[in-house]
């Protein structure tokens, strides 16, 4: 079956230390979307890339980058420099840029200690 | 970055009852859609609405696209426990292309 997977689905990591989050898709999406969940702050998008090599800031990008070298493929790493980092993390995919139908991944939450 | 005025924040009703939510914006939208999110998992998409004036149901859902392309909502009717969850509208405020900005949610509770 195609869909997106995350992994993994929980990760813990010290204050300090980077770590990159998963996202691969099966769906021949040309486009994908990280967002950040908080509790009672919805979704807020970090980057989105819309076809491979290529990709944007969003709303909250600070303390974050990723990459884009496959189109399958659009790991996430949070940085040092992301004072906040503990959250539930979405990716999602579309089939392109003008599509809103948005698949999502079932999400990896995040612990900083 | 431009955000959406979901309401209400949370519901708490008995099972049978009907629900209604909206998101508003400061700006014209082109494009709305309504998610539903079960807790620990990703949002799936319950309607989207591409038009003006556009009313959509799915089974007990229905969404509406507001005249002025500024509103949403989302009704259930005759809910059951299953409904429970958040539900999230987006929408697609700028040129084509750009990511969908997210409401903050509505977290629905049902009573049996």
């Known amino acids: 079956d195609g869909g997106i997977t995350q992994s993994p689905k929980y990760l813990f990591r010290k204050e300090g230390q980077n770590v990159t989050l998963s996202c691969e898709q099966n769906l021949n999406h040309d486009a994908m979307y990280w967002y950040r969940q908080d509790p009672g702050q919805g979704l807020r998008l970090i980057y989105y890339s819309q076809i491979v090599n290529d990709f944007q800031k969003g709303d909250i990008a600070e303390g974050y980058s990723v990459s884009r070298e496959k189109k399958e493929s659009f790991p996430l790493t949070v940085t040092s420099a992301q004072k906040n980092p503990t959250a539930f993390y979405l990716c999602?995919?579309?089939?392109?840029?003008?599509?809103?139908?948005?698949?999502f991944g079932s999400g990896t939450r995040l612990t900083v200690v | 970055g431009q955000q959406l005025n979901q309401s209400p924040q949370s519901m708490f009703i008995q099972e049978g009852e009907d629900v209604s939510m909206n998101c508003t914006s400061s700006?014209?939208?082109?494009?709305w859609l309504w998610y539903k999110q079960d807790p620990g998992e990703g949002p799936v998409l319950l309607i989207a609405l591409y038009k003006a004036g556009e009313l959509t149901s799915n089974g007990r859902l229905t969404a509406q696209f507001g005249i002025t392309r500024k509103d949403s909502f989302l009704n259930i009717s005759a809910s059951i426990p299953s409904d429970v969850g958040i539900y999230f509208c987006a929408g697609q405020a700028h040129q084509a292309g750009t990511a969908l900005i997210f409401g903050k949610g509505t977290t629905l509770s049902v009573s049996s």
């Open positions: 999602a995919s579309s089939i392109d840029r003008e599509s809103y139908g948005y698949t």
């Open positions: 700006s014209i939208f082109n494009t």
